[in-house]
């Protein structure tokens, strides 16, 4: 989707005050099979006695304070969620509109999965572009994943699991120090593959309420595999995300090999994965040097990648006007998506 009339403002991180190093996570006997090109990273573990969805308030405060946006001129909010947000048969998304006195904001939560705030900002500029009332747009992010429903260091194959909240604004106009133009965002799916998240598990009245009351995506991934191999699995997500990347590029007027493009992020998975998935098959649109990796920084942070991305580009490049920054992101489900910034301020 061609856009480059609205502007991405804001983006804010709101880590836990709690990290665990995954060496110390290993020598306490937390991580079975481990991962060794997870590297050491500090995982953030929200411990707090306080709604997940807490950490989406604290990175929605900052972004408003950061770009100068009263909380009353946000007409949309959508929350990203992939696990409990805090409370049964409750609006996180309400939650946090009333939190920082967006009393003004229609709310809404979107549950999907690690791509969820890439699927908020393609909703967010389709009803921004279809009611001009809508003066700003808010897309937050919240997980945490807490034991004993969810064991972070054992939960899915490649990665171990952070905690963070995030949270930017979508605008008409550019707002703050790291403002970025955003050019384009294309995805793709297969829908085929939400088959890898539950085969060879009946479905439950609940969440958590399988045998052992713990998630376990690695045995249903397991069970898919086994039953139906790698290939196909293999192919259709490489289809997706370079599909994703080619038609994001070409909406936007690139091909990839521009100088101004600074950096390309992916989502902050095992070592293993950036190798053999994103530098295997991004490097020949962006070459080797753009590729950015900082899973051995906070482990997969879910539906916080991508805003973490996008923070720690603005945060470490010295980015110019003009120069653009691309966001390479996935979720289970499965979709691939690929977002272009052209950095503003």
């Not at 429903?149 to 120090?177: E, I, M, S």
């Not at 060879?200 to 052992?212: D, I, M, N, Q, S």
């Not at 994965?273 to 900082?294: C, N």
Request: aromatic share 8%.
């Amino acid at each position: 989707m061609l856009i480059g009339d609205l502007y991405l403002n804001g983006c804010a991180v709101s880590y836990p005050t709690t990290r665990v190093p995954v060496s110390e996570a290993l020598a306490r006997g937390l991580i079975r099979d481990a991962d060794e090109t997870l590297g050491d990273p500090a995982v953030p573990v929200f411990e707090e006695s306080a709604p997940a969805a807490d950490l989406a308030v604290d990175a929605l405060g900052r972004s408003l304070k950061s770009t100068g946006t009263d909380a009353a001129d946000v007409d949309l909010l959508i929350q990203c969620g992939w696990w409990h947000q805090g409370y049964d048969i409750w609006s996180a998304a309400h939650y946090v509109a009333h939190q920082v006195g967006a009393l003004g904001a229609v709310p809404m939560n979107l549950s999907q999965g690690c791509n969820a705030p890439m699927a908020a900002l393609e909703l967010t500029v389709r009803a921004m572009r279809a009611d001009s009332a809508i003066r700003v747009g808010a897309v937050t992010t919240a997980d945490a994943m807490r034991f004993p429903q969810v064991d972070r260091w054992n939960l899915n194959y490649g990665c171990v699991h952070g905690d963070a909240g995030t949270a930017w604004l979508v605008a008409r106009d550019p707002a703050g120090p790291h403002a970025f133009r955003v050019l384009s965002v294309a995805s793709k799916a297969a829908p085929e593959l939400e088959m890898m998240n539950r085969a060879g598990f009946a479905p439950t009245p609940g969440p958590a309420l399988r045998e052992g009351g713990t998630v376990d995506l690695k045995a249903a991934k397991k069970a898919y595999l086994t039953e139906f191999g790698m290939d196909g699995f293999i192919g259709r997500s490489r289809d997706c995300l370079t599909g994703s990347v080619r038609q994001a590029l070409d909406e936007a007027g690139l091909d990839g090999s521009e100088r101004r493009i600074r950096a390309v992020s992916v989502p902050r998975l095992s070592g293993k994965i950036f190798e053999t998935v994103y530098r295997a098959q991004l490097a020949p649109f962006f070459g080797e040097d753009k590729l950015r990796w900082w899973g051995d920084r906070t482990a997969h942070l879910g539906v916080a990648d991508v805003g973490a991305n996008i923070e720690d580009t603005a945060a470490e490049l010295p980015l110019e006007p003009g120069d653009i920054t691309v966001v390479v992101n996935a979720g289970g489900g499965y979709t691939w998506s690929c977002l272009v910034l052209e950095h503003a301020a």
